[in-house]
């Protein structure tokens, strides 16, 4: 089996575990219909499924990546050692590393203000967005979003585009 089918095998459990973790996106150029793919199915699956499709691209780090690894490997996910590898290197081949500096920022979970971070950091350059399921974790700002409204939003991108 192909590293991306082994990968989106697991695309419901991959999403509801790095949801958990937070995410961080970037919306790259959007050139397809306003179909999400596999409607019908959750949010987070939904984008995990967009990020190999090279529809989003992650905005990431070093720290950020080794996080990733981490919840991945969580027991709780029964992923084996082999997706947890494949879902890192799809994540690095697509996403872009942003050096980010250290903001002052007073967030609840401390552990959390490296996304925020490599999103405002990436938001000087690009459009970027944190995608989070837990909002009160974050500043209000409109790019802090749930996954919901980044579909929402790449939806409206993509609509925009076939006008």
Request: aromatic content about 8%.
């Amino acid at each position: 089996m192909e590293r991306s089918q082994r990968v989106r095998k697991k695309a419901d459990t991959l999403s509801d575990c790095l949801l958990s973790s937070h995410r961080n996106f970037r919306d790259d150029v959007v050139e397809q219909n306003a179909r999400c793919p596999n409607q019908g199915s959750s949010s987070p699956r939904a984008l995990v499924e967009l990020i190999f499709d090279g529809v989003i691209v992650p905005v990431l780090n070093e720290e950020i990546m080794a996080e990733y690894r981490n919840v991945l490997a969580r027991p709780k996910f029964h992923l084996t050692e082999e997706i947890v590898e494949d879902v890192i290197a799809d994540m690095t081949e697509r996403g872009v590393f942003v050096d980010a500096e250290t903001l002052e920022w007073d967030l609840p979970d401390a552990k959390d203000r490296v996304f925020y971070e490599v999103v405002m950091e990436e938001r000087k350059s690009e459009d970027a967005y944190l995608v989070t399921g837990n909002l009160r974790h974050f500043p209000v700002k409109p790019f802090v979003v749930t996954p919901r409204e980044m579909l929402d939003i790449i939806i409206e991108d993509a609509q925009e585009w076939d006008n």
